[in-house]
Each structure stands twice: as C-alpha cells, then as structure tokens.
C-alpha cells in the first residue's frame, strides 16, 4: 500500500491484537469511518490531511508549506553568491592585471564553466545519493562546501585562486538538484507541486536582483569607498565577503529548518506502544477496511484505501508517457534552457564591459543594473504569472512559448550588437526574464513527470547533469565566439547572440513534438 495512513494494530486475522484498554485515538479513528475517501494533503489553498480527525502529519512535522518556506529560504545565499558572480567575471579577469583584454573573454568564460563541469558528474552523485541518505544531509554538505569556496573568494588576488574557488563549489553544489526532489517529495498533487516549483524559481528570481545589485554596490570598495590597505588588489573581496555571510545564515537554516520527509512507502500501522510502523504489500483493502471499523463490504472506507494517495512524487492528474522518448525529449529542451541561459549571462556581461567600439564600455555597476532587469522580470512573472499561464496553455505550451522569446530576445541583442540606439536594452532583458520563467519552470514539471517510483532525486540529478554538461561548454563557447566576432569586427560581432537564436528554434520544434505527443497520450 501506498499511501499513509494510521491504523490500530491488527492480527493477521483482522481481530485486534491483545493489550490495554483501546486508547482513545483507535476509538476515533472507528467512530470516524466516514471521513473517507482521503484527498492530498499539502495543496497550498488546503489543509493537512486527517483520518478521523487525526493528522497524517505528525506532531513534530512541518507542514509543505513551511516546508517549501524554509527550504527555499535556505536556498537564497547559493543563488545570491551565484548571481553576484556573474556579472564581475570580465571585471575579475581583468582584475588580476596578468590577463590581456584580447583574451578575457577565454578567460571569463573559463570562470563561469568551472562551476557547472564538476556539476557532470556530481548532479547524478548527490541525486542518488539523497535518495538513499536523505536530502537534507546532502544539503547540509553543499552549503558547508560553499560556504568555504566564498572564503577562497574573499582572500583571492590570482585568477588560480578565482579558479579553484568555483570549481570546489562546483564538487557539492548539486543542492538546486536536490531541492527540486524534495519539493517534489513535499506535494503531492500538480497544483501544488506547480506552486512549489514556481516558488522556487521565484527564490532565483530573487537573489538574481539581489545579487547583482550587492555586486554594483560593493566592487572595488577602494575607488568607490576610499578604502585602503588590505583591499587593495582585492576588488571584489567586499561583496564576496558579504556572500560568505550569507551562506552562513544559509547552513544555519538548512540545519536546523530543513526536514526530511518520512518514509515514502507502506502505510503506517499503530502499534499499542504508540509508534508506527509499515504494513507490508500483502496487507489487504479489506483487512484496513475492517480495522477502521467499516464492513468489508462498505464502499466509502474500502475505496479510499484502494485509491492511495499517490508516492514517490508522481502527478496526481495527468501522468507523462515515461517511455524513452518521455524521458529524453523533457531534458533535451532543459537542455536548450540552460545553455541559452548560460550563453547569454556570459555574452551579455562582455558586450556591455567592453571598450567601445566593440562594446558599451558600461562600468560593474551598469552593467550588473542591467542583468537585474532580468532577474526583476523573473521573479514578478514567478510570482503572478506563471501559474496562471501554465494552467491555460499547459507545460508544453510554456516550453514552447519561453523558448520562442529566448530566440527573440537574442536576435534583438544580434541587432543591438551593430545598431546600439535601435532597440531599448531593458525592454529585451525583460523579453528575456520572462521566457525563462515560462521555459524553465514548465520543463522541471515535465522532467518531475518522468521520475520512476522511488528515484526522484536520481532523475533530477541525470537532469542537472546534463544541463551542468551544457552549462560547462556554453560559457566556453560564448566567450570564445564573443572574441573570434570581435577579432573580426563588424557584422560578425552579432554570431554570439545569432548562435542561440538557432538553437531556441531547434527547441521550439522539439517542443511542439511534445506537445503533439502529449495530445495523442
């Protein structure tokens, strides 16, 4: 049996086994039969889910929505470190003083992949391994490791030492992986599970305006505060040291908030010392029928026993084809996402930093104003759209949908590259903060869909390991063909922004086999 239910303790025979007194909560549940068929606890609109007025949780336990709360929470210093980065990498580059300008875009993009190339194998590690250890465990590891690889930050002046810091933070930073199986793991019905994921995106939302706004304010405290001594030559260690804090508050909440959920198969039996324990598969609809204090032949009680809530995470509504094709075609486009995603973060920065005439010659400040745009756009479409549009359209139409704004997005960037007054740079950063939302949060549902019983966090870590392997490459490869296009100048400059806008085409078409797959299912 899947679901959880409490039950007093039976014989095999269905007669009640011999003890004290019935103590008052097996009365309950016997004078209280009728509260059946049980529906889903946890949807953000409902409350905890009760059988004769006892709850499933207990007493101890957070509810999902506290449980969502705290764990995302826990999330925002990762995701604030993260953001704060990305848009100091040209700077920090040309901070070491041992780098030529021809070659930092080699090098910026070398600094972003470092994080993601550890991550192509250690996604599938920390997904399994959350799987057979537990979550919150795993979690805790991640923040630690972080936590130390911010320090690094904080006291580094060599780019080795910037190097070095991203790519120990890459080795245990699976905890987004993670995360995403334990929201799947608290609701268990897709309005929920909708809500859990869109929040979470909301979390990077956040911490990308607040990021890259630390990230303006607190670079290069020497020029901008007056500071001297041990800050100079470390132009980043302010904000970097601001990370670190963070990440401290961040393993604190992890540790002490952060909850594991209970086991995930077998339904809890009462024994008469009043702990629970699983009944085994063999345990039958009319035995549980019988212990609730229904006739075997009563139909409410039995149904609602036959008809578990759903485990192991799966949709409660409409279930995904998990054929092979399923699978692949879900990650394949998360696929197209994060490296579109990656590509543009890593272009972008180094068009806007670069000396004119191949740039904007914009300063850290500027330049980080502009990627909060996107991150604004997120987290306000996270927060009052996407769940609207999802539910109009569906996952595979807001896949779609995202992906035809990314390719929108970067060939209005193609035209900005050559004609700097056409197009309003904050008008495309919001196209683009937008078709993330739709692109992002719907694929994660997608791939949630995919899961087979009881590996969760494996799925998701295959899934970040294959976005990680993209992750790794596109900041690579956007950096060089930003520097091949400046080397040859002109129109060539626009072949950054033009390389993505084909691949979100080839994503779009992808996306609309899907959903045709998905009609005919």
Same mark, same amino acid.
């Given at each position: 049996?899947? +679901?959880?239910? /409490?039950?007093?303790?039976?014989?095999?025979?269905?007669?009640?086994?011999?003890?004290?007194?019935?103590?008052?909560?097996?009365?309950?549940?016997?004078?209280?039969? =009728?509260?059946?068929?049980?529906?889903?606890?946890? +949807?953000?609109?409902?409350?905890?889910?009760?059988?004769?007025?006892?709850?499933?949780? +207990?007493?101890?336990?957070?509810?999902?929505?506290?449980?969502?709360?705290?764990?995302?929470?826990?999330?925002?210093?990762?995701?604030? @470190?993260?953001?704060?980065?990305?848009?100091?990498? #040209?700077?920090?580059?040309?901070?070491?003083?041992?780098?030529?300008?021809?070659?930092?875009?080699?090098?910026?993009?070398?600094?972003?992949?470092?994080?993601?190339?550890?991550?192509?194998?250690?996604?599938?590690?920390?997904?399994?391994?959350? $799987? /057979?250890?537990?979550?919150?465990?795993?979690?805790?590891?991640?923040?630690?490791?972080?936590?130390?690889?911010?320090?690094? @930050?904080?006291?580094?002046?060599?780019?080795?030492?910037?190097?070095?810091?991203?790519?120990?933070?890459?080795?245990?930073?699976?905890?987004?992986?993670?995360?995403?199986?334990?929201?799947?793991?608290?609701?268990? =019905?897709?309005?929920?599970?909708?809500?859990?994921?869109?929040?979470?995106?909301?979390?990077?939302?956040?911490?990308?305006?607040?990021?890259?706004?630390?990230?303006?304010?607190?670079? $290069?405290?020497?020029?901008?505060?007056?500071?001297?001594?041990?800050?100079?030559?470390?132009?980043?260690?302010?904000?970097?040291?601001?990370?670190?804090?963070?990440?401290?508050?961040?393993?604190?909440?992890?540790?002490?908030?952060?909850?594991?959920?209970?086991?995930?198969?077998?339904?809890?039996?009462?024994?008469?010392?009043?702990?629970? *324990? #699983?009944?085994?598969?063999?345990?039958?609809?009319?035995?549980?029928?019988?212990?609730?204090?229904?006739? /075997?032949?009563?139909?409410?009680?039995?149904?609602?026993?036959? *008809?578990?809530?759903?485990? =192991?995470?799966?949709?409660?509504?409409?279930?995904?084809?998990?054929?092979?094709?399923?699978?692949?075609?879900?990650?394949?486009?998360?696929?197209?996402?994060?490296?579109?995603?990656?590509?543009?973060?890593?272009?972008?920065?180094?068009?806007?930093?670069?000396?004119?005439?191949?740039?904007?010659?914009?300063?850290?400040?500027?330049?980080?104003?502009?990627?909060?745009?996107?991150?604004?756009?997120?987290?306000? +479409?996270?927060?009052?759209?996407? !769940?609207?549009?999802?539910?109009?359209?569906?996952?595979?139409?807001?896949?779609?949908?995202?992906?035809?704004?990314?390719?929108?997005?970067?060939?209005? @960037?193609?035209?900005?590259?050559?004609?700097?007054?056409?197009? #309003?740079? #904050?008008?495309?950063?919001?196209?683009?903060?937008?078709?993330?939302?739709?692109?992002?949060?719907?694929?994660?549902?997608?791939?949630? =869909?995919?899961?087979?019983?009881?590996?969760?966090?494996?799925?998701?870590?295959?899934?970040?390991?294959?976005?990680?392997?993209?992750?790794?490459?596109?900041?690579?490869?956007?950096?060089?063909?930003?520097?091949?296009?400046?080397?040859?100048?002109?129109?060539?400059?626009?072949?950054?922004? @033009?390389?993505?806008?084909?691949?979100?085409?080839?994503?779009?078409?992808?996306?609309?086999?899907?959903?045709?797959?998905?009609?005919? !299912?």
């Amino acid at each position: 049996m899947d +679901s959880l239910v /409490r039950t007093p303790r039976h014989s095999r025979s269905g007669r009640r086994s011999s003890s004290s007194a019935p103590n008052e909560e097996a009365d309950e549940l016997e004078s209280s039969a =009728d509260s059946y068929p049980l529906t889903p606890y946890g +949807s953000p609109i409902g409350g905890s889910q009760t059988v004769g007025g006892m709850p499933l949780l +207990s007493s101890g336990q957070q509810s999902p929505l506290m449980q969502t709360i705290c764990l995302l929470v826990a999330l925002v210093p990762e995701g604030v @470190l993260e953001a704060m980065l990305i848009p100091l990498y #040209p700077y920090m580059v040309r901070s070491t003083g041992t780098i030529p300008e021809s070659e930092v875009g080699y090098y910026a993009g070398l600094l972003s992949s470092a994080f993601y190339g550890p991550l192509l194998v250690m996604n599938v590690v920390w997904g399994g391994v959350s $799987d /057979r250890i537990g979550r919150k465990k795993v979690l805790v590891l991640g923040c630690a490791v972080g936590l130390i690889a911010s320090v690094i @930050l904080v006291f580094g002046k060599a780019y080795w030492m910037f190097l070095s810091a991203r790519v120990l933070a890459g080795l245990c930073g699976a905890n987004s992986t993670v995360t995403k199986g334990l929201l799947g793991e608290v609701w268990k =019905d897709e309005s929920g599970r909708a809500w859990g994921f869109a929040m979470y995106g909301v979390v990077y939302g956040a911490a990308g305006i607040i990021g890259p706004m630390l990230a303006g304010l607190l670079a $290069d405290p020497v020029t901008r505060l007056g500071w001297g001594g041990w800050w100079i030559g470390r132009p980043f260690a302010l904000a970097c040291m601001v990370g670190t804090g963070l990440m401290v508050c961040g393993l604190a909440l992890v540790t002490f908030c952060v909850e594991d959920q209970p086991a995930r198969r077998g339904i809890l039996k009462k024994t008469s010392t009043r702990t629970y *324990e #699983p009944l085994e598969d063999h345990d039958s609809a009319e035995f549980i029928a019988e212990a609730v204090g229904s006739p /075997r032949g009563s139909s409410s009680s039995i149904r609602a026993v036959e *008809e578990p809530i759903e485990d =192991d995470c799966q949709s409660n509504s409409s279930t995904e084809d998990i054929g092979m094709m399923g699978f692949i075609l879900p990650i394949s486009l998360y696929c197209v996402t994060a490296f579109t995603n990656a590509a543009y973060l890593t272009s972008v920065p180094l068009f806007l930093s670069a000396p004119e005439p191949d740039g904007l010659n914009k300063t850290p400040s500027e330049t980080s104003l502009n990627i909060t745009i996107i991150a604004s756009t997120k987290l306000l +479409s996270q927060l009052f759209l996407f !769940t609207i549009i999802v539910r109009y359209i569906g996952k595979w139409g807001c896949v779609g949908g995202g992906l035809v704004g990314y390719a929108l997005g970067n060939a209005l @960037l193609a035209v900005l590259v050559i004609w700097v007054e056409a197009i #309003p740079l #904050p008008l495309i950063m919001v196209i683009l903060g937008y078709s993330e939302v739709l692109a992002y949060c719907a694929v994660i549902m997608l791939i949630n =869909d995919t899961a087979p019983p009881g590996r969760l966090g494996l799925t998701h870590g295959l899934a970040g390991t294959c976005a990680a392997a993209v992750r790794t490459m596109a900041p690579a490869v956007a950096g060089s063909v930003w520097q091949w296009s400046v080397h040859l100048g002109g129109s060539a400059r626009m072949s950054a922004f @033009l390389l993505n806008t084909a691949l979100c085409l080839v994503g779009v078409v992808g996306a609309v086999i899907g959903h045709r797959r998905h009609i005919g !299912t």
